[in-house]
């Protein structure tokens, strides 16, 4: 199993525990701090992101067929830990300071809007397969035709070739004398 397809599952783990560990997790009553580690997460949460969206991209570019379905996976991931955050930012969301709510609130979004590049890629990528595989069915379609309408034509040919044989060798035999 290559490095590729564990990765999903590997940031899952990692975004996992790095949640599990963060102060937002434990219930501890919030304190207005200098420096929010929360946000800090999601952050290293989304450049994380970034790079496996990256990755895809490039697997994608160089047309990996399981490209798709680890997308697939990759977006129902970062949808569920997402909404695992959202939960756990609303918890004590009244005793944080104003600057708190904001960085946690751009932090999130970082990760909303990291996801959503993501998803679009996948429909993009989608659209062009999809558009790839209708150029295909029209050309093997077109092709058929052309098959279908030569051989149509060689055989009105030989039958042709036969009904003039016929008439020929009608004409060339002598006119029988009934006795």
């Not at 939960?87 to 969301?93: A, S």
């Not at 092709?143 to 004409?171: E, H, I, L, N, P």
């Amino acid at each position: 199993m290559n490095a590729f397809t564990l990765r999903p599952f590997l940031l899952t783990g990692l975004c996992t525990l790095l949640l599990a560990a963060s102060p937002l997790h434990g219930g501890a009553v919030y304190a207005p701090a200098a420096k929010d580690p929360t946000a800090a997460e999601m952050e290293e949460l989304r450049k994380s992101w970034a790079e496996t969206r990256e990755e895809l991209e490039q697997e994608g570019q160089d047309g990996d067929t399981e490209t798709g379905s680890r997308t697939r996976e990759t977006l129902d991931a970062m949808d569920q830990k997402l909404g695992h955050l959202r939960e756990q930012i609303r918890e004590g969301w009244d005793d944080l300071s104003e600057g708190t709510r904001a960085r946690r609130e751009r932090a999130y979004d970082g990760l909303v809007e990291e996801r959503d590049r993501l998803a679009e890629w996948s429909g993009d990528m989608r659209s062009r397969s999809s558009e790839a595989w209708g150029g295909v069915r029209e050309g093997a379609r077109e092709a058929w035709g052309g098959v279908r309408d030569g051989s149509r034509k060689a055989w009105d040919s030989v039958r042709d070739a036969f009904r003039d044989d016929d008439a020929s060798a009608d004409t060339d035999r002598p006119a029988q004398d009934p006795e």
